[in-house]
């Protein structure tokens, strides 16, 4: 079962930054944060992660909050092209394996 | 561009047939993993394999095996194809096992049973 919750639908005027929550309150202390979107039936894409730190890339950033228990995706100025599906992951991994496992994720309408 | 390639883009077949998809990762990834997504549902993780060894399974049928060779390419065999088993396959690699290793998405083969 997937470790995160997310709203399950958001809206975002277009130009506006838009701020999608998870909830990951059971996460260890070695699992990262992983944020990936999926545009229509394309595979999904990686948009960025993080332990513990604050990150940013060209396409977003990632505000994890102190007790790592919840973070934050900002997309800082969402254009129509950012209406998706944004999955929120913690990897889960054993001494050998890794799963990566997809909550139903947010999605996110943008609107002109 | 992840640089992950899966073929056939689309595959129509007849329920119990038999298929295989195939994934090449990008270029140096190690490991590869297969995801299922039904219509109108969510991403469900088959199997995950590092540099030909199988290394996690998740709720993947026993009618569907995979296998990674040495050149690091992978297939996924459905068999005794049933309607339910019409879904989008994705497959995703990253450059090594472990929680610092982006996963990067192939587009996927959309299977159709009849």
């Known amino acids: 079962d997937a470790k995160t919750t997310q709203p399950p639908s958001m809206d975002c005027a277009e130009g506006r930054a838009a701020n999608l929550p998870c909830n990951h309150s059971?996460?260890?202390?070695?699992?990262?944060v992983y944020w990936y979107r999926q545009i229509h039936s394309q595979g999904p894409q990686y948009i960025i992660h993080?332990?513990?730190n604050n990150e940013t890339n060209e396409m977003a950033s990632l505000i994890i909050t102190e007790d790592r228990k919840s973070s934050t995706l900002i997309l800082p100025h969402a254009t129509l092209r950012d209406t998706a599906v944004y999955y929120c992951i913690v990897r889960v991994a054993g001494t050998s394996y890794d799963k990566v496992i997809f909550g139903p994720g947010t999605s996110l309408s943008v609107i002109p | 561009d992840s640089g992950v390639t899966q073929t056939p883009k689309h595959l129509i077949t007849a329920t119990g047939q038999r298929v295989t998809l195939r994934c090449s990762p990008r270029?140096?990834?190690?490991?590869v993993y297969w995801y299922q997504q039904s219509l109108d549902q969510g991403l469900q993780f088959l199997i995950h394999y590092y540099n030909g060894e199988e290394r996690a399974k998740g709720n993947i049928l026993e009618r569907f095996s995979a296998q990674q060779f040495p050149d690091l390419h992978s297939e996924l065999n459905l068999s005794s194809l049933e309607l339910g088993d019409s879904a989008l396959y994705f497959c995703?690699?990253?450059?090594?096992?472990?929680?610092?290793?982006?996963?990067?998405f192939g587009n996927g083969t959309r299977l159709t049973v009849t």
């Open positions: 270029s140096g990834d190690l490991s």
């Open positions: 995703a690699s990253s450059a090594r096992q472990g929680l610092n290793s982006p996963l990067h």
């Open positions: 059971t996460i260890s202390g070695n699992e990262y």
């Open positions: 993080g332990l513990k």
